[in-house]
């Protein structure tokens, strides 16, 4: 299975919108509602922000929202923070009965 | 509140078997309605999807990994483990234990991660 792809990075100023997105195929993103994302700050566990292409966990702010067309899927985040700032990362569950992740992108606070 | 934490040896040497433990508290393993599963990290990289396990001991592998890779539950000590034979440089990164809801493929609680490195 082969990785997700993400930009390796993003960036924004305090109050824009930002977008990451996620591609895979129709083995994985496209082909099932199973997406999810993930905030990692440094040295930090990764933190699960959505599941599900747009469910948010309780507790994760209205900020955070995804959306999935086709074999992509998107994370975005509006009215950004200093504290979004952070990696971020990307996973399906494929046909194999697996997951995959996404490279992760970089989000940088401008 | 569930917890998850990781423990093993930090150094194991080229050829040799990384072996690590997740102990749960706060929740008991035997869920029927999640999965536990193992992730990791390598420096500076992105994660990857080792495999999982269900209370049962079904296991779930990732297709690069599974000829290496063995994960195991102990309902008895709330705990799962995680084997991985032939080591190479290649497999140092920070390991990390997580739990998925069943159905969701999402980890909603994670360990806080265990660096191992693997050199001689």
């Known amino acids: 299975q082969s990785a997700l792809t993400q930009p390796a990075s993003v960036s924004g100023s305090p109050g824009q919108s930002i977008t990451i997105s996620c591609t895979g195929t129709s083995s994985d993103v496209g082909g099932y509602n199973y997406v999810s994302w993930y905030q990692q700050h440094p040295g930090k566990a990764p933190k699960l922000m959505i599941y599900e292409v747009s469910k948010r966990p309780s507790g994760v702010p ?49 | ?85 032939s080591v190479t440089a290649a497999d140092t990164a920070v390991y990390y234990c997580a739990r998925e809801t069943a159905g969701s493929a999402a980890g909603d609680y994670w360990g806080q991660g265990t660096l191992v490195t693997v050199s001689s």
């Not at chain 2, 150094?11 to 309605?33: A, D, F, H, M």
Request: include cysteine; proline fraction near 4%; charged fraction near 15%.
């Open chain 1, 62 to 110: 209205d900020r955070f929202s995804g959306s999935k067309s086709g074999n992509t899927a998107s994370l975005t985040i509006s009215g950004l923070q200093a504290e979004d700032e952070a990696d971020y990362h990307c996973s399906s569950y494929t046909s194999s009965n697996t997951w995959v992740f996404g490279g992760g992108t970089k989000l940088t606070v401008l």
């Open chain 2, 1 to 85: 509140q569930l917890q998850l934490q990781e423990s093993g040896p930090g150094l194991v040497k080229p050829s040799e078997t990384l072996s690590l433990t997740c102990s749960v508290s706060g929740g008991s393993i035997s869920s029927s309605s999640h999965y536990w599963g193992w992730i990791r990290q390598p420096p500076g990289k992105g994660l990857e999807w080792i495999g999982s396990v269900y209370y049962s001991g079904s296991t779930y592998y990732n297709p690069s990994l599974k000829s290496r890779v063995t994960i195991s539950v102990d309902t008895s000590k709330n705990q799962i483990s995680l084997k991985l034979n």
